[in-house]
C-alpha cells in the first residue's frame, strides 16, 4: 500500500511538471477537430504557447531563470526543425504565416516543453545529482550529440558510439529525488532511457493530432518507428546535461554568496 501511495505522488509531481507539454497536447488536439477562425492553425498553436509561457512566468510557475533556459531550448529545437525538415526528415505540410524556412514558430517550444518539464520536476521532487562528472567532460559530450544530428547527413552516425561514452561518463552518477518525504535514489543513465521513451510516447501523439509528418505518415497515420527513441534518448540528454550545468552553477554561485554573507557576520 505505501509503495502504490507513494507511486501516486510522484505520477502526481510529474503530472504537474508537465503542465507546459499537456497545454501543447491539447492544444493540438482541440485545434485538429476543432478549426479556429482568422488564422491557421500553426500561428493558433504559437499564440497558445506564448499567452501558456506567459502565464506559467506571471503565476510563479516558473522563474525568470527558467524562462532562460527555456528560450534557450526554443532556439536550439527551431534550429534542428530547420535543417531536418529542408533534409526531409519530417514535414509541416499545413499554412501558417509565422513559418521560417517551412517550420511554424510553435515548433520551438515543443523542445522548450521538454526543458519546462526539467526545470519543475527539479524543483517539485528536489533533485540532487551525486557524483556528476565535471564541466570539461559534460559540455564537450552535450556539444557533440547535438552536432551528430546535424552532421549524421553528411558523415557517418555515431549516435550509438555517443550512448556508449554518456553509459561510460555516467556509469557512477546517480539522481536523489524525494517523494512525499522519502529519498529515492536512481541511475542517471536509467532516467534517460525512461524520460527518452516517454517522449517518443509523446511523439506518437503529437503526430497523430498533425504537429508535424514523417514521410511514411503522409498517406495516414502509422506509429512513429521504435528507433526514434534513440533520437529523443540523446535530445534528453541534452536538454538534462545543459539544465543540470545551469542549476548546479548557480546553487555553487547561491552558495558563495551565502558563505561571504556568513564570513561578514
Known amino acids: 500500500m505505501r509503495a502504490f501511495i507513494q507511486l501516486t505522488h510522484f505520477g502526481w509531481e510529474q503530472a ?27 500561428d493558433w498553436l504559437l499564440i497558445i504557447c506564448l499567452l501558456m509561457q506567459w502565464w506559467m512566468l506571471r503565476s510563479g510557475l516558473e522563474t ?9 531550448f526554443h532556439l536550439i529545437g527551431l534550429a534542428l526543425e530547420i535543417f531536418k525538415v529542408h ?30 518539464y526539467l526545470c519543475q520536476a ?4 528536489k533533485v540532487e545529482l551525486v557524483k556528476w562528472p565535471p564541466f570539461y567532460i559534460v559540455v564537450p559530450l552535450a556539444a557533440a550529440i547535438y552536432l551528430n544530428f546535424f552532421t549524421h547527413h553528411y558523415w557517418i552516425d555515431i549516435r550509438w558510439w555517443l550512448s556508449a561514452l554518456v553509459l561510460i561518463v555516467f556509469w557512477r552518477s546517480w539522481v536523489f529525488y524525494e517523494v512525499n518525504g522519502t529519498r529515492y535514489r536512481m541511475p542517471i543513465a536509467l ?28 498517406n495516414a497515420w502509422s506509429l512513429v518507428h521504435l528507433g526514434k527513441v534513440s533520437s529523443w534518448l540523446l535530445l534528453v540528454i541534452v536538454s538534462f546535461l545543459i539544465v543540470a550545468t545551469l542549476k548546479r552553477t548557480k546553487g555553487k554561485n547561491a552558495t558563495k554568496v551565502n558563505d561571504v554573507h556568513l564570513n561578514q557576520n
Not at 501558417?96 to 510553435?106: D, E, M, N, S
Not at 527539479?122 to 521532487?125: E, N
Open 64 to 72: 525568470k531563470d527558467e524562462l532562460k533556459v527555456i528560450t534557450l
Open 87 to 116: 533534409m526531409g526528415s519530417w514535414s509541416y505540410p499545413e499554412e501558417g504565416y509565422f513559418k521560417i524556412f517551412g517550420v511554424p514558430l510553435y515548433s520551438g517550444f515543443m523542445y522548450a516543453s521538454v526543458a519546462s
Open 122 to 125: 527539479w524543483r517539485r521532487i
Open 191 to 218: 532516467s534517460f532511457v525512461l524520460i527518452g521513451f516517454f517522449i517518443w510516447i509523446a511523439e506518437n501523439i503529437a503526430t497523430f493530432f498533425g504537429a508535424w509528418q514523417y514521410p511514411n505518415q503522409t
Open 16 to 42: 504537474l511538471s508537465c503542465l507546459f507539454p499537456v497545454v501543447i497536447f491539447s492544444a493540438l488536439a482541440i485545434t485538429q477537430f476543432i478549426p479556429l477562425p482568422f488564422l491557421p492553425r500553426y
